[in-house]
């Protein structure tokens, strides 16, 4: 096997070509290239050398490559690759230390000893012309003359990372481009991964910006096979150097609003407002950057005859012009006046930050607003929407709450099985299921070892061996399995709860659970058990477990898995539209308060045990009033998931998908499941590994079922039916389209709210 470092020196380029290899990632798969996306994104800030402003300990930093490790091994199992790619901008732009790239060195050697590194070059100063405008778009205010001034340092590499380092606020992207001297940047990463390690090619923007650009990434990592064509979207060009001049402006004034607190300027707020600067004219003239040119002219003649890929026009620089001068903003532009104009909007996002309603300021929108796959796909209701949410109170962010989804924190310790009380079934989790072979085994050892003690499973028109699975584990003691394929009335999941208030294991209960196989209690206190959680709550009757909605995460294939390993992105915690993002499920105990148990939760109180019922929301926080007689999700009031959350994992893999839109629903049987579900339900924009810290004892109670041959045996026969099922569903034209359709569909979080909100009123 072979690993591929693509370095990604210009970073718009570098979006292209991820979104290509995302789009042809099967493809790619089957021919044996594997692009390893959640690792290409982790991977620098697994291994940078970390300064006072991380936010991240060594400890932390240390834990993160661990996981990583793990999870390119995982891979690299499934997969079993002969190449894996790693892409990423920040890899060519941060990493300029020896101890960086030996952290790196030491991450991938134990998978394989053959690393070759790739970077994509232009002439100097074109390239440089490009990266100052993409600089001051997100937020540079440093003139351009700061390089000028050293291109006649002795050492350009050396230079400019002493002076990015002396350089105050480094919270911005504006550090001195270091890697422009690529005869260094080879030296650098040659010795670290041997000599011949580095292979440079030509930046060809039109092929990257064209059906041609599988092409282009053929050529990069030694691809074979043909990836076929792929729809483009062109490069966005590049601002006028008079806008980017108002832009560095305004950012100058944005940054002394914003020390030390005084002001918020949310992400997308930020770039909205050096949008509304916009200036026609030309683009910076690399020309005029000669100094630049003249500094690499005699490393590049030694550069093209190094690498084959490059021609001597590929680093050619652009005549020669006048020595740059910063242009004037046009119009009599005064940043000043900007500003007065924007302090509303700026005091406005201020308020609400304090407030806690703030949009995430680490997560811009581009500075156009939509991203060009959204305005692809959305229509003009969801566009409508979208330019109502960037800047509303509904806007999805993920600052809420104490909780790093970022941190792995140590694996919980095994938890011992509780002794029952004579006459007491425990907490018991009341579910149903159709076709869902793969997952229960995990489900059931995930629940058990956080301390469920039973479990009543209802099963209605299985064809994969659902039902099979369920009777060996009650031959075994482990759950009750219920017939219900005659059920009544509107749908088989509410007929089955309506008879499980008959069964002794419900009526005898402690608690009370009703969840589905996709859904997972991740208790984020404690050891992670339901004992830590009830110590935290113990006045709690009902418990609100909010979903957190967790995407495909660009698994497209079914693998034998666990579910709670593989899907690590989700949505974001604050998210009040649409209403499935904040939906709950309702944990209870059984006092007697409530006469229906139903799909999220108890209905029918008595009226007479109203004052002993207390619903607590995630956080452990008072919620009785807003709930104790309906509703099924949270507002902005109630939310929280500091103590407990419910991981949803509604798609699965996009095969997943493919099964269950064919299977159909269990409690409304009369819709059906197509993109519409998909759009509400693909979140993949945070990270939370919370619940990983699971799998140790969740692993231990895994194989101690599967022990058992009979068990083992159906397990592996349901895994090969939905197997067989996705290939057979991909054969399918309309099945097909549809698989096509969602994996085509790429929004930020604002943008998938825009368009389910749209959705919701179409329907």
Known sequence: MRIWIHLGLDSLVTERIQRVMSDKRDQMIAKGFLFSQTASATVCQAVKDLDQNEPMSPEQQCALRDRLSADLAREIEIHKPKALILSDSRLGHTLCKGSELERLKSLLSPICGDIRIVAQVDEQASAFARHYG?????????PLDRELALADSGNWWQSCIDTTDQEADTSVPSGAPFWLDYAALVRFWESSFGPESVTLHPLNEDDLASETAPDAIRALFDIAPTLGKTTADALPPQPSAAW?????????LFHQLTRNGQRNIPGDLWQSLLAETKIG???????ALSAISDRFAADNQALVAAHPALRAADLRPEPAQDHWR??????????????????????????????????????????????PAARAVLPPLAVQNFDKLRNSPYAPHNRLG???????????????RRILPNGSSGRVIVGCMKNEAPYIVEWIAYHRAIGVDNFLIYTNDCTDGTDKILNRLQQLGIVQHRNNDKW????????????????????????????????????RTGNGTLDDFFAAVPDATNVAMTWRLFGHDGVTRLADAFVIDQFERCAPKYCPKPHTAWGFKTMFKNIGAYGKISCHRPNKLDEDLRDQVRWVNGSGKDMTEEVANNGWRNSRRSIGYDLLQLNHYALRSAESFLIKRQRGRALHVDRSIGINYWIRMDWSDFRDITIKRNIPRVRAEYD?????????????????????KAEELHENPEFRELYEQALAIKLSETERVAYALALDMES
Do not use: C
């Not at 993409?134 to 440093?142: E, Y």
């Not at 104490?402 to 011992?416: K, Q, S």
């Open 402 to 416: 104490a909780v790093n989804e970022e941190d792995l924190a140590a694996a919980y310790a095994p938890a011992p």
């Open 704 to 724: 101690r079922l599967m022990q058992d041959d009979t068990l083992r045996k159906w397990h592996e026969k349901g895994r090969d039916w939905h197997r067989a």
């Open 281 to 287: 004219g030309e683009p910076i003239a690399p020309g």
């Open 488 to 523: 009544r009335g509107k749908s088989p999941q509410q007929h089955a709860l309506n008879m499980s208030r008959k069964e002794a294991v419900i009526r005898d209960a402690e608690w009370l659970i009703h969840i589905d196989v996709d859904e997972f209690i991740n208790v």
């Open 134 to 142: 993409q600089q001051v778009m997100t937020g540079r205010s440093t």
């Open 326 to 371: 910063e242009p004037g903003p046009g119009n009599g532009f005064r940043a000043t006046q900007y500003l007065l104009a924007f302090m509303y909007r700026i005091d406005k996002a201020t308020g609400e930050a304090r407030k806690g309603t703030a949009p995430h300021p680490s997560k811009p929108e581009n500075a156009t607003g939509l991203s």
């Open 244 to 252: 980017v001049e108002r832009a560095r402006q305004m950012n100058a």
